[in-house]
T-cell receptor
Framework: KAGVTQTPRYLIKTRGQQVTLSCSPI?????VSWYQQTPGQGLQFLFE???????NKGNFPGRFSGRQFSNSRSEMNVSTLELGDSALYLC???????????????FGPGTRLTVL | TQLLEQSPQFLSIQEGENLTVYCNSS?????LQWYRQEPGEGPVLLVT?????EVKKLKRLTFQFGDARKDSSLHITAAQPGDTGLYLC???????????FGTGTRLLVSP
């Protein structure tokens, strides 16, 4: 069974640009969550999607957005990039009930974004 | 805002030593998870503890959930170089679909 895949694995952008990251969940998983990981702030929740709808959202500015497609694949977009957006962006998938129902989240390897 | 503080932040030990990592919060969680993350990879779930006072063992790793479900500990016996990595605790709240991660403990086990 293939794991969670994320593309691209590495990305370099400059301030003011926008970026789109992609996540393909484990087959059969319909919940996809996104996290940002930085040395200073650790791992922080961005948002969670289920059935193409955002089900939960963290405390990030509106520059961070996401969407989910009918095949459960998800993308997240960051507009007007800032230096502080440099981070490892992790995607995690779980079964439909999500983590509140005790389902495990499986993480992808992440996309390392560097903003210059 | 819920916070999970882990201690110590960094730990460098020799193979064969024992260690304990702590995860503390002022908030109550319905369950608590422990992950290990290696460079270039996402976190991998080690264990979920659900009941206050619960103790779970995974080979040389022992996990405990505090009676009040606000804190947890991870004890590693006879550490090995393969235990090297970033250890993260994460709290789960009933009704929420997000994990609140701890600040992390970076462990280095030298041969």
């Amino acid at each position: 069974k293939a794991g969670v895949t994320q593309t691209p694995r590495y990305l370099i952008k400059t301030r003011g640009q926008q970026v789109t990251l992609s996540c393909s969940p484990i087959s059969g998983h319909r919940s996809v969550s996104w996290y940002q990981q930085t040395p200073g702030q650790g791992l922080q929740f961005l948002f969670e999607y289920f059935s193409e709808t955002q089900r939960n959202k963290g405390n990030f500015p509106g520059r961070f957005s996401g969407r989910q497609f009918s095949n459960s694949r998800s993308e997240m977009n960051v507009s007007t990039l800032e230096l502080g957006d440099s981070a490892l962006y992790l995607c995690a998938s779980s079964l439909a009930g999500g983590i509140k129902n005790g389902n495990e989240q499986f993480f992808g390897p992440g996309t390392r974004l560097t903003v210059l | 805002t819920q916070l999970l503080e882990q201690s110590p932040q960094f730990l460098s030990i020799q193979e064969g030593e024992n260690l304990t990592v702590y995860c503390n919060s002022s908030s109550v969680f319905s369950s608590l998870q422990w992950y290990r993350q290696e460079p270039g990879e996402g976190p991998v779930l080690l264990v979920t503890v659900v009941t206050g006072g619960e103790v779970k063992k995974l080979k040389r790793l022992t996990f405990q959930f505090g009676d009040a479900r606000k804190d947890s500990s991870l004890h590693i016996t006879a550490a090995q170089p393969g235990d090297t990595g970033l250890y993260l605790c994460a709290g789960v709240n009933t009704g929420f679909q997000k994990l609140v991660f701890g600040t992390g403990t970076r462990l280095l086990v030298s041969p």
